[in-house]
């Protein structure tokens, strides 16, 4: 009496191969990952969390600068509206002085020269931190006196 099962009659089926044109079986879910599956997995996970973490230190101390340098505008601005509005023109010339604001001390320079038009000043306010590189430089113009 034949069987149509062969391992009941103590065959075992034959094992597939690639050699022969067959693709081995799917692996099942209850067998999981292997170990360098997960070596490589956690591999690539740190890269990526490093890469993160790079970004951000990086994101970080740019925002810090760009706030620095704002405040560094801020000043040069507030130094330029002093001299608009101071009713006499200022003299030709260089003058430097300090100011603090955003609770920190600013030096800044002042330029004074007269522009391609006589009747016309031109007026460099260059404004740099006592505590870091932060600098800025603003150019205005202002009649000159008479």
Same mark, same amino acid.
């Not at 603090?100 to 522009?115: D, F, M, Q």
């Not at 260059?126 to 008479?146: D, K």
């Given at each position: 009496?034949?069987?149509?099962?062969?391992?009941?009659?103590?065959? &075992? =089926? %034959? *094992? @597939? +191969? /690639? $050699? !022969?044109? #067959? &693709? =081995? %079986? *799917? @692996? +099942? /879910? $209850? !067998?999981? #990952? &292997?170990?360098?599956?997960?070596?490589?997995?956690?591999?690539?996970?740190?890269?990526?969390?490093?890469?993160?973490?790079?970004?951000?230190?990086?994101?970080?101390?740019?925002?810090?600068?760009?706030?620095d340098q704002a405040m560094a505008q801020v000043v040069a601005r507030?130094?330029?509206?002093?001299?608009?509005?101071?009713?006499?023109?200022?003299?030709?010339?260089?003058?430097?002085?300090?100011?603090?604001?955003?609770?920190?001390?600013?030096?800044?320079?002042?330029?004074?020269?007269?522009?391609?038009?006589?009747?016309?000043?031109?007026?460099?306010?260059?404004?740099?931190?006592?505590?870091?590189?932060?600098?800025?430089?603003?150019?205005?113009?202002?009649?000159?006196?008479?």
């Amino acid at each position: 009496m034949s069987s149509s099962n062969p391992g009941e009659a103590g065959l &075992t =089926p %034959p *094992r @597939r +191969s /690639a $050699e !022969h044109g #067959f &693709t =081995p %079986p *799917r @692996r +099942s /879910a $209850e !067998h999981g #990952f &292997t170990l360098i599956e997960m070596l490589v997995a956690l591999a690539i996970f740190s890269l990526a969390a490093l890469a993160l973490l790079r970004l951000e230190g990086a994101t970080v101390s740019n925002t810090a600068r760009l706030q620095d340098q704002a405040m560094a505008q801020v000043v040069a601005r507030n130094i330029a509206v002093e001299t608009m509005t101071d009713p006499a023109p200022p003299s030709l010339g260089q003058e430097s002085g300090e100011v603090e604001n955003g609770g920190r001390r600013w030096g800044w320079t002042r330029l004074v020269a007269l522009s391609p038009e006589p009747r016309i000043q031109m007026i460099t306010i260059s404004v740099r931190s006592q505590a870091g590189p932060e600098s800025a430089t603003l150019t205005i113009f202002r009649r000159a006196a008479l």
